[in-house]
C-alpha cells in the first residue's frame, strides 16, 4: 500500500469545520483512499473512503485533488467527541486486483477539538 | 453489543508467563484481523484470517505468538513466554467479504475495543 503523509497535529475550535490533509503522492489508479479515526482508549472507527470522486455521509466529507494526490477530510461542525487521532491510508479496494487485505496505519494526525 | 468483543480489556502478567486474547467478531463477518498498538503509535498488522484459515501473517507475529480461529467464528492469539515489550493494546478488527449482504459492503474494518497487555 502506497504511504501517506499527514501533519502530527492540529488544533480546531469547537462548531467550526476541521479540514485535515493528506498527502498520497504515489497512490495508484486501484488504491482507494481510507479515513478512520481512533478516540483515546477506543479501536479505529470507518469514517469515509474515496477513489476519485468527492464523498459525503453522515460524519465527513471526502474531497480528493484532480490528481489524487492529496485529500482532504472535513469535519463539517466540530465537537468535542471529534477529539481523536485521525489516519488516512490508501488500499486497494476489497474485489480489486492486487487488493491487500489488511489496513497499514501510518502515524496519523492528532485533532484537538477546543471549547 | 453486536459489534466486535475482546476479553480481556486488561491484562497485566509477569515477564515469562503466557498470556491467551479472545476476539468475537461481529456475527456474520467472515473476515477477523489482529493489530498491535503501542503507546503513541498507529496499529501494527499482526495476522488475518478468512473463515478458519489464517491467509497472512506478520513478520512481527515472532514464534512465541500463535493465533487461530477453529471455527471460522471466534478467534484467540495466545503470548508465549510473555516479554516487556510485548506490553501494548492488542486489537481485533472484523469484515464481510464484500460483494455479500448486498452492494453497499465495501469490506471496511470494524474494530474491538481492545485488550491493552501490561507485562511487568
Known amino acids: 500500500d502506497a504511504k501517506t503523509t499527514q501533519p502530527p497535529s492540529m488544533d480546531c475550535a469547537e462548531g467550526r469545520a476541521a479540514n485535515l490533509p493528506c498527502n498520497h503522492s504515489?497512490?495508484?489508479?486501484?488504491?482507494?483512499v481510507y479515513w478512520y479515526r481512533q478516540i483515546h482508549s477506543q479501536g479505529p472507527q470507518y469514517i469515509i473512503h474515496g477513489l476519485k470522486n468527492n464523498e459525503t455521509n453522515e460524519m465527513a466529507s471526502l474531497i480528493i485533488t484532480e490528481d489524487r494526490k492529496s485529500s482532504t477530510l472535513i469535519l463539517p461542525h466540530a465537537t468535542l467527541r471529534d477529539t481523536a487521532v485521525y489516519y488516512c491510508i490508501v488500499r486497494v479496494a476489497e474485489g480489486q486486483r492486487g487488493a491487500g487485505n489488511k489496513l497499514t496505519f501510518g502515524g496519523g494526525t492528532r485533532v484537538l477539538v477546543k471549547p | 453489543d453486536t459489534g466486535v468483543s475482546q476479553d480481556p480489556r486488561h491484562k497485566i502478567t509477569k515477564r515469562g508467563q503466557n498470556v491467551t486474547f479472545r476476539c468475537d467478531p461481529i456475527?456474520?463477518?467472515?473476515?477477523l484481523y489482529w493489530y498491535r498498538q503501542t503507546l503513541g503509535q498507529g496499529p501494527e498488522f499482526l495476522t488475518y484470517?478468512?473463515?478458519?484459515?489464517?491467509?497472512?501473517k506478520s513478520r512481527l507475529l515472532s514464534d512465541r505468538f500463535s493465533a487461530e480461529r477453529p471455527k471460522g467464528s471466534f478467534s484467540t492469539l495466545e503470548i508465549q513466554r510473555t516479554e516487556q515489550g510485548d506490553s501494548a493494546m492488542y486489537l481485533c478488527a472484523s469484515s464481510l467479504l464484500p460483494g455479500l449482504a448486498g452492494g453497499t459492503n465495501t469490506g471496511e474494518l470494524f474494530f474491538g475495543e481492545g485488550s491493552r497487555l501490561t507485562v511487568l
Open positions: 504515489t497512490i495508484s489508479g486501484n488504491e482507494y
Open positions: 456475527s456474520e463477518h467472515n473476515r
Open positions: 484470517f478468512q473463515n478458519e484459515a489464517q491467509l497472512e
